[in-house]
C-alpha cells in the first residue's frame, strides 16, 4: 500500500487491484465524512427489474402532474387508481396502466428489484447526511446511513466502461437543490444506475438526474427537473411539475445518439365552440449533447382548428404562423433536456380535433423522432361561426313592384364580430336596387353599384350574441323567379366565416 497527501490535505490511500480508493477529509478540516471511488472491479450489480424494464414512471397511492409533462415510456399505478394532469401531460412511447394487472405486476418486480438493491454490499459507506454534489465517483455501491442530498453536479465515470453499474442505497431521504445535476460519463449508461431510497425522493427544480431511483415511498419531481432513467415509487405518490422523465437512453447503446422525442399537449383539453386553449409542444433530447434542428418542424392543425395568438419558443430558431400551421425553423435542444413551442389555438365549431406529428417529423442532428405525437382536443358544443340569413318581403311582386330585401348578419360568440373584407351580395340578371341600402351593422358603410345590380357592407361589427341588417329595395320588370345566394365564406369576420350559404328567391308576375 502506497500514500499520498495532495495539497488540499486530502490523505490518498492507494491499495492493491480490486480493492476501493478511499479519500478522508484531514480532521483539521473538521470534517468526518468519508468519500469515495473504487477501481473497475467493484461489487456493485445491476438488479432485473422485470415488467418495470419499460416504467418510466410508477406509484402506488397516486400519480399527479401539472403542465406539460412529457414521460418517455410507460406509466403505472397500483394499487392506487387517481392519474391526473394528463393532459397536459402526455406519455409517449408507452401506455398508461393504472390498477390493472400489468401495474400490479410492475410493483411486484420493483419490490423485487428494490430488495436486491438492498442486499447489494457496501463499498464504501458513508455516516452522517451526506452532500455528493461536486465528488466524482468510479463504478460501485455507496452505502449511506441516513440521508443524502445533492447540491451541484455529481459525476459518475464509468471509466470507459458501457456495463459500470453504480448502486446507491440511502436509508433515509434523497433531495436534490435546484439546478442540480446527476451526469454519467466516459461511456456510462445512465440506466445502470440505481439510488435504492429508504423513504422518499425529491428533485429540486431545474435538476438533470441521470438513473433509475427506486423508492419506498414517494417521489416529487419540482417544476422543469428532468430524469434519464425511471422513477419508481412502491407505496406511495409521484408528483410532477413540467417534468421529463425518459428511459429512450435504456434502449440505446450509450455511444449511439439517443433520438429526440415530440409530445404535445392541449391545456385546457375541453373549450367551448370559440374558447381558446394552449397547444405545447414539447422537444426532448435524452442525449448528452446537444440537437440541432436540421429542417424545420410543421405542426399543421386539423381543419377547424385555427391559430388564436402569438406563438412563443425557447427552442431559439425561427417561429413562424399561419391560420393552421406553426413552424419552427432552426434551433437547439437542450443535451438532457427539452424546449417548447407555446401557441394560443380555437375553434369554432364543435367536434374531437386529433393533432398530429408524425414520426420523423422532427429532424435532428442526433437522428429525427422515432414515435408520432399526439394531443386531442374536445370542443362542444355549437357553433360560434357568424352565420347569414336572406329573404324577400314580399316575396311575390307584380313587374315593375318592389320587394324589400333584407341580409341578416347573426353572431352567436360571446364577443362582437368584426367584418375583415366586404360582403357583396350580386343580384339575378332582372333584379336591380330601387332605393338607398341601409345596415345596422355598427360601424359599416353600404352602397349599390352604378347600375344597381349589387349590394355592398363595407366594415362593420355584428354584435355579441346578436345580429344586425343590409336593407335595400329592389324591383324588377321581367317576370320569373330569381334565386339570390350568398356563397359559404362570403362573410368573413373575426371569428371566421359563414359555413353555409344564404338563398333567397324573389317571384315576378305580370298582372297585365
Do not use: W
Request: proline residues 5%; charged residues 10%; contains cysteine.
Amino acid at each position: 500500500m502506497t500514500t499520498q497527501r495532495n495539497q488540499t490535505g486530502l490523505f490518498l490511500f492507494k491499495l492493491g487491484a480490486g480493492a476501493v480508493l478511499i479519500s478522508m477529509i484531514a480532521a483539521c478540516n473538521g470534517d468526518s465524512r468519508v468519500h469515495g471511488t473504487n477501481d473497475a472491479s467493484a461489487s456493485a450489480a445491476a438488479p432485473s427489474l422485470g415488467t418495470a424494464d419499460e416504467f418510466a414512471v410508477l406509484a402506488g397511492t397516486t400519480v399527479t402532474n401539472e403542465g406539460p409533462t412529457v414521460i418517455s415510456g410507460s406509466l403505472g399505478l397500483s394499487p392506487g387508481t387517481a392519474i391526473t394532469g394528463f393532459p397536459p401531460g402526455s406519455v409517449i412511447g408507452g401506455t398508461i396502466h393504472a390498477a390493472d394487472a400489468v401495474a400490479l405486476q410492475t410493483q411486484a418486480d420493483t419490490t423485487i428489484a428494490f430488495d436486491a438493491l438492498a442486499a447489494e454490499g457496501c463499498d464504501v459507506t458513508f455516516g452522517v447526511p451526506t452532500d455528493l454534489g461536486g465528488m466524482t465517483l468510479s463504478p460501485g455501491a455507496f452505502c449511506f446511513a441516513s440521508s443524502a442530498n445533492i447540491t451541484g453536479v455529481l459525476t459518475l465515470d464509468a471509466g470507459g466502461d458501457p456495463e459500470a453499474v453504480f448502486v446507491f442505497k440511502v436509508a433515509s431521504t434523497l433531495i436534490t437543490a435546484s439546478d442540480a445535476s446527476v451526469l454519467v460519463t466516459d461511456g456510462g449508461n445512465p440506466c445502470n444506475v440505481f439510488f435504492q431510497v429508504g423513504s422518499s425522493a425529491t428533485l429540486g427544480t431545474g435538476t438533470r438526474f441521470a438513473g433509475s431511483i427506486l423508492a419506498l415511498t414517494s417521489i416529487a419531481l419540482q417544476t422543469n427537473a428532468s430524469v434519464v432513467g425511471r422513477t419508481l415509487a412502491r407505496n406511495g405518490a409521484v408528483t410532477l411539475d413540467s417534468n421529463i422523465v425518459s428511459i429512450a437512453s435504456c434502449r440505446k447503446l450509450p455511444e449511439t445518439p439517443a433520438s429526440p422525442i415530440l409530445g404535445k399537449a392541449f391545456s385546457p383539453s375541453t373549450i367551448e365552440a370559440g374558447g381558446s386553449s394552449t397547444l405545447t409542444i414539447t422537444l426532448v433530447n435524452p442525449d448528452s449533447n446537444d440537437a440541432i434542428l436540421i429542417a424545420p418542424l410543421v405542426d399543421m392543425l386539423p381543419s377547424g382548428l385555427e391559430i388564436a395568438g402569438a406563438a412563443t419558443t425557447d427552442c431559439g430558431g425561427t417561429l413562424t404562423t399561419t391560420d393552421s400551421s406553426v413552424t419552427l425553423t432552426g434551433g437547439t435542444i437542450p443535451a438532457d433536456g427539452s424546449c417548447t413551442i407555446v401557441v394560443e389555438v380555437t375553434a369554432l365549431c364543435e367536434g374531437t380535433y386529433v393533432n398530429t406529428l408524425a414520426a420523423g417529423a422532427l429532424l435532428t442532428d442526433n437522428g429525427p423522432n422515432v414515435v408520432a405525437a399526439e394531443a386531442t382536443l374536445v370542443v362542444g358544443p355549437n357553433c360560434v361561426r357568424p352565420s347569414l340569413e336572406k329573404s324577400f318581403t314580399p316575396d311575390t311582386i307584380a313587374s315593375g313592384a318592389t320587394s324589400t330585401l333584407v341580409i341578416t348578419l347573426i353572431n352567436p360568440g360571446s364577443s362582437p364580430s368584426d367584418l375583415i373584407a366586404p360582403l357583396t351580395d350580386v343580384f339575378p340578371a332582372g333584379v336591380v336596387a330601387s332605393g338607398t341600402a341601409t345596415t345596422t351593422c355598427e360601424g359599416g358603410s353600404v352602397t349599390t353599384d352604378s347600375l344597381g345590380s349589387s349590394v355592398v357592407l363595407t366594415g362593420g361589427s355584428i354584435p355579441s350574441g346578436g345580429s344586425c341588417t343590409v336593407t335595400v329595395v329592389v324591383t324588377s320588370n321581367v317576370e320569373g323567379t330569381y334565386g339570390n345566394t350568398l356563397e359559404a365564406g362570403a362573410l368573413q369576420t373575426t371569428s371566421g366565416t359563414n359555413a353555409a350559404e344564404a338563398t333567397a328567391s324573389l317571384t315576378v308576375v305580370d298582372l297585365t
